[in-house]
């Protein structure tokens, strides 16, 4: 399975330059000039940080998925996915870093600060393996804390900046350098302030691995 979709390495920096141009399509049409044309530097400089990795990471991934009227688009950083634990030779424990930046906006509204919201998110993951190279490999749960812009959005009231961040879902490769995964993640405060609506995104993830080869 790991063998079906073989991309030559110099077309990387390509690919990944594009996604991160489509990643940003959304929020750059939903700005009005001249806001749509900085927005446009953004995705370009994000291509860049993918195809050089600069950070030194060990993946680099783009993700989006919707909850209720609200939909986000993730830009995701990992470091130190090789730690773990091996139960047997079929199943066996790793874990990772994690750094994402999130942007939501509300559904068919303009780019503002009450129809939309920025998050930084800093999360401890695990991934539960059973296969190395199957399209469905592994099952994944994360945990952080969470920085947000705007406290409210659309019905949502949020409560405050800090927040918690939980993930969960299942994905898989389709060659070792490339992975999916799809899951919902979830931010709540968990009481820490008087509102506590929380939200769920179901979202849908593409990752790029840097330290495999195909």
Do not use: C
């Not at 939909?71 to 994690?98: M, P």
């Not at 959005?153 to 389709?174: D, M, P, R, S």
């Not at 931010?187 to 993830?205: C, T």
Request: no cysteine.
């Amino acid at each position: 399975m790991a063998g079906w979709m073989k991309i030559p390495t110099k077309k990387i920096r390509y690919l990944l330059s594009l996604f991160a141009l489509l990643f940003a399509s959304q929020s750059i049409s939903a700005a009005e000039p001249p806001s749509s044309v900085w927005r446009l530097g953004i995705p370009i400089w994000v291509g860049a940080i993918a195809a050089s990795n600069v950070a030194g990471v060990d993946s680099f991934s783009i993700g989006t998925g919707p909850s209720d009227k609200i939909v986000s688009n993730e830009i995701t950083l990992r470091w130190k996915q090789d730690a773990g634990y091996r139960f047997s030779e079929s199943f066996w424990l790793s874990s990772y870093k994690q750094f994402s930046y999130t942007m939501w906006q509300l559904e068919g509204e303009k780019l503002a600060h009450d129809s939309s919201n920025n998050t930084l998110d800093f999360i401890q993951g695990f991934r539960w393996n059973f296969s190395e190279d199957s399209i469905l490999s592994y099952a994944d749960t994360s945990l952080g804390l969470s920085l947000i812009a705007n406290e409210v959005i659309g019905h949502k009231e949020l409560g405050g900046t800090l927040q918690f961040t939980e993930y969960t879902g299942v994905g898989g490769y389709f060659s070792p350098r490339w992975q999916w995964d799809f899951g919902v993640r979830h931010y709540s405060n968990n009481y820490m302030y008087r509102d506590n609506n929380g939200i769920n995104f179901y979202r849908l993830i593409i990752s790029y691995n840097y330290q495999n080869e195909d």
